[in-house]
């Protein structure tokens, strides 16, 4: 079926890029550090038609809005040469209710999700998230489901949607599955995504209690998350933290331990028992679990003080 794509299936040659005319003895079939001459793309026209080409001409990688591809291209990091172009695909850019769930397309960006009514109404820490996410052109080109199938412990929407326990929309061209968030990763940058498989969308059900997000870097917005928190001041709360273990983790037992009113020093404590932060470039272990917990107790703060003034006006 090759020559049923072969007006579908683009190949790059954008000479900014090509990197081949500098080196002198090269073999011309080598990719080149961030030279995207030899690389292919594939141009589906609608969902369906992407999850066949995933299924009949895999392996392919899914690109969206390219703010991590485009950084590994740079870097030389890049090896994979066949690309499924998303980013046309409206269908997945949609943010809609599909009766009491609020449904984020995976093709969502930063601004998307800023600009949305009912993610502001619905979602206020994920439009926190979204708000502190790079800067204005990252905002206008990175997605939801990038950050997500990107999987870095470190990705500022993580702990938002492990708050609120999202449900991870899967399809491939024969099935449709949903995941809960909870399962959806299985270590280091690791999920159950399988490779004829897309996101296409994250489903939340109504959160009750206060949203939360906080993100601590070396400065707003611009740079990587040192630590990331989200959290609901519900009956249980709800608190997940970034960038203080492989994956994103919620924090049962601390969650446990407020709900039953314990102390915000005994639930600190907890805290740093269920997190395992690493020395790494950006921070130290140390630094980690100092700031996860002030930031537990900032929350903590935040929400009781918001409450007890909700109290005395009644
Ligand atoms: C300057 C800069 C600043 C940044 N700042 C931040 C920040 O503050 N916080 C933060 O969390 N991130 C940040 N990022 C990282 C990046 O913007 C996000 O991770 C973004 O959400 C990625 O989305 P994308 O659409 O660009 O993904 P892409 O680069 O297109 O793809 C990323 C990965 O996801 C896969 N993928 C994409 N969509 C799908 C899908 N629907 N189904 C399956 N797989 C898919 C791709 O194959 C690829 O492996 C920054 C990046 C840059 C360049």
């Known amino acids: 079926m090759l020559g ?14 090509r990197r081949a005319d500098l080196l002198r003895s090269a073999d011309e079939e080598t990719l080149m550090l961030g030279s995207i001459s030899n690389r292919q793309l594939f141009q589906p026209r609608s969902l369906t038609d ?3 080409m995933l299924r009949d001409e895999g392996p392919l990688v899914p690109m969206a809005g390219c703010t991590d591809l485009y950084v590994a291209l740079n870097f030389g990091t890049l090896d994979d040469t066949r690309f499924l172009n998303l980013w046309p695909l409206d269908s997945l850019r949609r943010i809609e209710m599909r009766g009491d769930v609020l449904s984020i397309g995976a093709l969502a960006t930063y601004t998307d999700m800023r600009r949305s009514p009912l993610v502001q109404k619905i979602l206020p820490m994920l439009v926190a998230a979204a708000r502190e996410i790079g800067g204005v052109q990252v905002q206008n080109r990175g997605t939801l489901g990038g950050n997500v199938a990107n999987g870095s412990p470190a990705g500022d ?23 809960p968030f909870s399962e959806y990763y299985t270590g280091y940058r690791r999920s159950v995504l399988g490779p004829g498989e897309l996101i296409v969308a994250f489903e939340f059900r109504k959160l009750h209690g206060r ?21 609901v001041a519900g009956d249980p709360p709800r608190i997940a933290v970034g960038s203080v273990a492989p994956t994103v983790v919620r924090l ?13 020093d005994e639930a600190r404590q907890i805290l740093l028992e269920e997190i395992a932060p690493i ?36």
């Open 279 to 314: 020395d790494d470039a950006r921070s130290t272990a140390e630094y980690r679990q100092r700031v996860a917990a002030n930031l537990l107790a900032r929350f903590w703060n935040d929400s009781f003080i918001t409450k007890s003034r909700r109290t005395r006006n009644l």
């Open 157 to 179: 929407t993580l702990p938002v949607l492990a708050a609120a326990d999202v449900v991870v929309v899967l399809r491939s061209a024969a099935d449709m599955r949903r995941v």
């Open 252 to 264: 049962p037992s601390t969650e446990a331990a407020l709900g039953r009113g314990a102390s915000i």
């Open 211 to 231: 949203q939360w997000f906080r993100k601590v870097g070396t400065r707003a917005a611009q740079a990587i998350s040192k630590v990331v928190m989200a959290a």
């Open 50 to 52: 992407a999850l066949s």
């Open 4 to 17: 049923s794509i072969s007006n579908r299936q683009a190949t790059w040659f954008v000479h900014k890029f």
